[in-house]
């Protein structure tokens, strides 16, 4: 759907721009001529009114040219700046919700033309522990937003609920760093639910930042179900270069890239920094409303994430 509206917005932007330029460099200097012509054989200058009778400026040119400067700028924030996002499930809490609308920093990850996602300028690379929107690998039609767990080289080892990194180490150094567990500490025991289930909240440590995740302790091993690279053990990853390897914060219920693999640097959109709205999307199961209507708006929730 992204990648529609960009398209959609991209020729609507290049349109009015063509309609704006081409009334601006052959219309207008004839109407013009015209009413200059026609203050020739009059005393006075003629009036604005007059002037759009005389000769008027053709629908069409006048909705480009009014429309083109907004739709630019839009392209250009939208593009280059931040574009907005919404969390459509509950694979990031507990630091995003479900109803939570976002605002994405386009820059960070390098700026990208609007059509075809590539990059055009080289900014700044993903560090351990970003928030980051990118294509699904799987489906690239499709947003996801995971934590960036794993960059170029790291060695991951995702084993009975426990996360272990071995950053990367450069060929031929001698002294390469040991493979270490991220550290977590329990911080509550449900405050948040699966169903009627109670979740663990954990503090975690990654890198230099640290958040909450959640764990299911009713949700056994899914190693079975993990992604399964040659020349790897089943719950283990090297990542390659110029990709990186992402996880949600509600561990049990996140599909990754324990399951489907890397997001390559391509595929990247931006970096998730501010909430500007969250909406209540709980209800009871009594409740007439349909799930996508909310009932309530967080306004405690609003304001830069993490």
């Known amino acids: 759907m992204a990648n529609y509206f960009s398209l959609i917005l991209t020729v609507v932007t290049i349109v009015s721009g063509l ?34 009778q005389l000769a008027p400026q053709p629908k069409l040119m006048e909705l480009g040219q009014s429309i083109f400067p907004v739709i630019a700028l839009v392209l250009i924030v939208r593009t280059i700046l931040y574009e907005p996002f ?37 900014t700044t690379e993903p560090k351990r522990g970003d928030i980051a929107v990118f294509k699904y690998p799987v489906e690239p039609n499709i947003d996801y937003i995971k934590r960036i767990v794993g960059l170029p080289g790291d060695r991951i080892v995702y084993r009975n609920k426990t ?5 990367a180490c450069e060929e031929g150094r001698r002294d390469c760093p040991e493979m270490e567990v991220v550290k977590t500490q329990l911080k509550d025991d449900g405050a948040y639910f699966s169903g009627s289930s109670p979740l663990k909240t954990y503090e975690e440590t990654l890198g230099d930042v640290k958040h909450d995740i959640l764990v299911d302790p009713r949700v056994a091993s899914r190693r079975d179900f993990f992604y399964d690279q040659p020349g790897t053990q089943r719950d283990e990853w090297v990542v390659p270069e110029g990709q990186y390897f992402a996880m949600g914060d509600n561990r049990d219920n996140s599909r990754d890239s324990r399951y489907w693999g ?45």
């Open 19 to 52: 309609l704006w330029l081409y009334d601006a460099k052959f219309l207008k200097p004839k109407r013009q001529a015209i009413v200059a012509e026609v203050e020739k054989k009059t005393t006075s200058p003629l009036t604005e009114e007059q002037v759009e």
């Open 86 to 122: 919404q969390i459509p499930s509950g694979s990031m809490m507990p630091t995003l919700l479900r109803g939570d609308f976002i605002l994405v920093q386009k820059f960070d990850y390098g700026i990208k033309e609007p059509l075809f996602q590539k990059t055009i300028i080289e």
């Open 163 to 167: 996360l272990y990194i071995q950053p």
């Open 262 to 306: 890397f997001v390559d640097e391509e595929q990247l959109v931006g970096k998730a920094v501010f909430i500007w709205m969250s909406f209540e999307m709980d209800r009871g199961q009594d409740s007439w409303l349909p799930s996508w209507v909310p009932t309530g708006i967080r306004f405690e929730r609003l304001g830069s994430i993490e």
